[in-house]
């Protein structure tokens, strides 16, 4: 009632008789079967026919008719440490946020700064609540994960005795959300001994030996399956941990139909145990070339190792360059020249600056006149560094109607333009889709941002065809992005090799809202992996004057 803003005296009057409910000292049930509600200071007849229903029914009408109106990610927001009603109700109204997931995602984009009642603390504690909340929840982020898992290894490789110790299972093969960590040991020590010595970790909360594989808690409630071999077995060892089961089946039988046979800690050939130094060595052995952990799901992958088609995958020092970082001058919190010289300091060779376009209110979208501002501190800032260059960009909203925010005046002073759909997500999968590809009409359309619109654990994208999107971005060469944004990692890499074969371009973009932001490139690289591209695929592989013929290109051609 509080989040629908319902009648203040009518709130009170329930929460008062919650609290006298909580008080009492004879079961409700009696007091219901008697008839005696009523006889209670502070309930009257309305909330006693609302506790009666309760009781003899099992559900509330009353409750459910409030529900209809709420999603039920705005009821889960309460969840989170410091979110009441009033300012669940403040994000849902004034930002149209409708999940814990949106949430996160509005905090690290600063997106609550400018609302009433909140500011950078609350925001902070915001994201702290989130964090505890998390903890428990079934599946996380590949990026919530990630860390906890090196810094797990790391321990693990320290403990004396231990030779190798490997991240396995589907975070080894970069799936964008996780369930758990997977981690494999090589040892030549007493088992008993590694397991003790890891039990003592300051990070464990507890372990359990079961069926010869350590289930691990940690103390921030993520569990962690180990198994701990010898070193002869280890390369095989991690080879099946790693993944996945489907894969897993059909290298199995590919093996058998070779005279081999293939098991979790064993290589047989003709009755042979056979031996091997790493899993490139299994590989090769079973007649394939190297298939990378990113790549084993069953996807075609085993045939292409067959036939030696398995493609040099792209890596994160291919990227040359940021594109799509937002600065101060929208929703960002670092200056471009902050920014610049992050990126510099990180050995990238030119920074494109994509802050929102004027319709994106909520995210102090750019007008006409700050635009000027902001070409003209950029144009200054390049005058002044070495060695460095940053492109002029934005990130443009695509209106309902398809068309972008700006006129072409306006556009034809950006090096590229990222159109992205921010507003009006409840659409067929034919207006997403028309919407989209009336966008990329322009030529002033260098990239389309994040296709989809999805946020992991938190959103559905819109519902777009993404085979008609991708056919239309390769006729008319505009790249599409796949937003590295651990939240996003958009375009799904299930996509990925099909635009590749297409020819489109895909610009791996961290959509960074702060320095930190930048370095979430790494996750973008791991699921562009996943999808079978290489460096020739990718955009920010390119020279910034490559990426700027790139651009020109497109304005003539159309």
């Known amino acids: 009632m509080e989040i629908k ?25 009696i007091l219901v079967e008697k008839n005696e509600l009523t006889e209670i200071k502070g309930i009257g007849k309305g909330i006693a026919d609302f506790i009666k229903e309760i009781i003899t029914t099992g559900k509330s009408s009353e409750l459910m008719r409030l529900k209809e109106n709420i999603p039920a990610g705005v009821i889960d927001m309460l969840r989170i440490p410091g979110m009441g009603p009033k300012k669940v109700k403040t994000v849902w109204e004034e930002l149209q946020i409708k999940s814990i997931g949106e949430l996160e995602y509005a905090c690290q984009e600063n997106r609550l700064l400018e609302l009433d009642g909140f500011g950078k603390k609350s925001q902070d504690k915001i994201l702290q609540g989130i964090e505890l909340v998390k903890r428990y929840s079934d599946r996380r982020l590949l990026s919530g994960i990630l860390e906890t898992a090196e810094n797990l290894q790391n321990s693990i490789q320290n403990i004396a005795g231990v030779k190798h110790c490997a991240i396995a299972g589907s975070l080894r093969r970069w799936k964008e959300t996780i369930k758990n ?72 039988s590919v093996a058998q139909n070779q005279g081999f046979r293939l098991g979790k800690n064993e290589l047989y050939q003709n009755g042979t145990s056979l031996e091997y130094t790493d899993e490139e060595d299994i590989f090769q052995k079973l007649g394939m070339s190297f298939i990378p952990a990113e790549l084993r799901e069953n996807r075609g992958e085993i045939q292409f ?49 994509s802050d929102h376009s004027k319709t994106a209110a909520y995210a102090r979208g750019l007008s006409e006149h700050r635009i000027k501002e902001q070409l003209k501190e950029i144009d200054s800032l390049n005058h002044e560094l070495k060695n460095f260059g940053i492109l002029k960009s934005i990130e443009c909203d695509i209106l309902s109607d398809g068309h972008l925010d700006y006129e072409e005046d ?15 997500f409840s659409m067929t999968e034919s207006e997403a889709t028309g919407r989209l590809i009336k966008a990329m009409e322009s030529p002033f359309t260098t990239i389309i941002g994040h296709p989809t619109g999805r946020l992991l654990l938190a959103r559905e994208g ?11 971005a390769a006729k008319k ?39 930190e932001g930048i370095t979430d490139i790494r996750y973008g690289v791991g699921i562009a992996r996943k999808g079978w591209l290489t460096r020739h695929d990718v955009l920010n592989c390119l020279s910034s004057e490559e990426i700027l013929q790139f651009a020109r290109r497109r304005r003539i051609s159309i």
């Open 5 to 29: 803003g319902e009648n203040p005296f009518k709130i009170r009057a329930y929460a008062n008789a919650a609290r006298i409910l909580t008080g009492l000292s004879t079961t409700i049930k």
């Open 181 to 252: 960590i997977n981690l494999v040991i090589s040892t030549s020590e007493n088992r008993l001994q590694i397991i003790k010595t890891l039990s003592a970790l300051p990070m464990v909360e507890s372990l359990t030996d079961q069926d010869n594989t350590l289930q691990v808690i940690l103390k921030d409630g993520t569990s962690a399956e180990i198994e701990i071999v010898s070193e002869q077995q280890f390369s095989l060892a991690l080879l099946y941990s790693t993944g996945s089961i489907e894969f897993n089946v059909i290298l199995q």
């Open 305 to 353: 190792a067959i036939n030696e088609q398995i493609p040099q995958l792209v890596e994160v020092k291919d990227i040359k360059g940021v594109i799509h970082v937002h600065s101060d001058y929208s929703d960002g919190i670092h200056s471009i020249r902050e920014l610049a010289l992050a990126c510099q300091k990180m050995g990238y060779e030119y920074l494109v600056i």
């Open 410 to 424: 306006i556009l034809s002073s950006f090096d590229l333009v990222i159109a992205s759909i921010h507003s009006k």
């Open 462 to 472: 819109y519902p777009v065809n993404l085979n008609d999107l991708m056919i239309e």
């Open 477 to 515: 060469n505009v790249a599409l992005e796949l937003n590295a944004n651990p939240h996003r990692l958009d375009l799904d890499w299930r996509y990925l090799k099909q635009a590749k074969e297409l020819g489109i371009k895909i610009s791996i973009n961290p959509d960074a809202h702060r320095i």
